[in-house]
């Protein structure tokens, strides 16, 4: 191919994607898993092996670059909207206690397995140059990341959204993401600024200052602009452009910083107004082409950043290891916040199976380590593994551990979400 592949690397792409995606809907899985999965298919482990040839000539190394910033546009699109739609779930006061037991132990069990899986993992799986501390504290961020969205599409689907252990798994992810978010930030503030404390410091401070320029000034302005030009919810060309801004804006600061922009587009997205009809608006005219568009790019290129050597050697070993921290850190440490909460075993595990759904929030965190280059190709691999078959499993383990069916909601409850409650 002498000419630029990018035209047919977006048909085999999405293609890839939408048929993967249909497969997995088809077995009761939520989309996204299936064009998660496409990635690894359209990577060196399958096309890569199967179609050598075709696969070097399709993405070729001077193609990626387009792809690239292509996929980064989609990212930071998707997590602006996530962090518009934003929400404290219904109920949530009532039951903060109980919310802050669950996220805070669902949080604290896999970091600290996370820590402790580490010495066997560092020596093998570390990037060069990248120090034991920064490795595990990477390992303990990764370990603790629950995708909300994908919790709220399965409760939906369950009739589950308004029980008791939906309405708790809903509020505990809202806090234990926050958490997790935060421990990342400062995980990549530590080995991006490259000068070590004094840089960490430099990093910290410009994100504290970013933070009060965003929700001091930023946050009013852009609630006046709405208010002025979009008080129905629907932002004209100039408004969204100005948003547009806002984010882009936002997102290269903490690209500057050293962070990752994902963190700039979702503080962007946060500060703006709780308003339904804004959601709803912006959904359908940028999250629906970030989703099905953008997305599967970035889904193509972490497939291309996997690689079959992660499973050879003591490769199944580290991926076991990997498995059982996710797991059982998750799982038992959101299972014992509920029950000290007062809830029921069953209820308890089912709400901790619940807090074990990763999903694509997942494959955001482990981008960002690979970019930060805290770790390496092989456990990417391992760690997309591991954010894939945890988030399929949370179904059958929710059915198991549910003590009795839910009640189907009423089939008149609006949809707050659309496509992005698939990842």
């Known amino acids: 191919m002498s000419h630029s592949p990018l035209l047919l690397q977006l048909v085999v792409i999405l293609a890839t ?22 990635g690894i298919v359209l990577g060196p482990i399958i096309l890569g092996s199967v179609f050598p040839q075709f696969h070097a000539e399709l993405f070729t ?26 929400r ?44 034991f501390w920064p490795f595990a504290l990477f390992m303990a961020a990764a370990m603790s990341i629950t995708a909300f969205p994908i919790m709220a599409r399965i409760l939906k689907e369950r009739g589950m959204t308004h029980s008791r252990i939906g309405q708790l798994s809903l509020s505990a992810a809202a806090i234990a993401d926050v958490f997790a978010w ?13 000068d070590g404390y004094a840089g960490f410091a430099k990093t910290t401070l410009g994100l504290v200052v970013l933070c009060a320029v965003v929700f001091g000034a930023l946050r009013p302005a852009f609630a006046w ?10 932002p004209s060309g100039m408004v969204l452009a100005a948003l547009l801004i806002g984010v882009f804006a936002c997102a290269a600061t903490t ?10 587009a979702f503080l962007f997205g946060a500060c703006l107004p709780r308003d339904d009809r804004l959601l709803k608006s912006l959904i359908e005219r940028l999250e629906h082409v970030a989703i099905i568009v953008l ?17 050879v050697g003591a490769g199944l070993g580290a991926l076991a290891l990997i498995m059982a921290a996710a797991v059982l850190g998750k799982v038992l440490g959101g299972a014992a916040g509920a ?62 551990f549910s003590a009795r069916p839910a009640a189907p909601q009423p089939a008149a409850e609006p949809a707050r979400r659309s496509s992005a409650n698939e990842n």
């Open 17 to 38: 994607a939408r048929l993967c995606g249909l497969l997995l809907r088809h077995v009761g899985q939520p989309p996204v898993i299936g064009e998660m999965a496409a």
């Open 61 to 86: 190394a001077d193609s990626l670059p387009a792809l690239s910033s292509l996929s980064m546009l989609g990212l930071v699109l998707f997590m602006f909207i996530v962090g518009v739609e934003l």
């Open 88 to 131: 404290a779930p219904q109920g949530v006061r009532a039951q903060f206690k109980s919310a802050g037991w669950v996220g805070i132990l669902s949080v604290l069990a896999p970091m600290a397995l996370g820590i402790g899986i580490a010495p066997w993992l560092h020596p093998t799986l570390a990037p060069e140059g990248v120090g």
């Open 182 to 194: 935060i421990m990342l930030a400062l995980v990549v503030a530590l080995i991006g600024s490259g």
């Open 225 to 234: 602009l709405l208010r002025r030009y979009a008080g129905d919810g629907q």
């Open 255 to 264: 690209q500057w910083l050293h962070l990752h922009p994902v963190f700039g």
């Open 295 to 311: 997305m599967p790019i970035f889904f193509a290129l972490a497939g291309l950043n996997t690689t079959g050597d992660a499973f």
């Open 339 to 400: 029950r000290i909460s007062g809830f029921g075993w069953r209820d308890s595990l089912a709400v901790g199976s619940l807090m074990n759904a990763r999903a694509l929030m997942e494959l955001i965190v482990i981008k960002v380590g690979l970019d930060a280059g805290l770790i390496g190709q092989e456990l990417f691999t391992l760690l997309l593994v591991m954010a894939i078959a945890t988030t399929v499993m949370t179904g059958p383990l929710l059915s198991l």
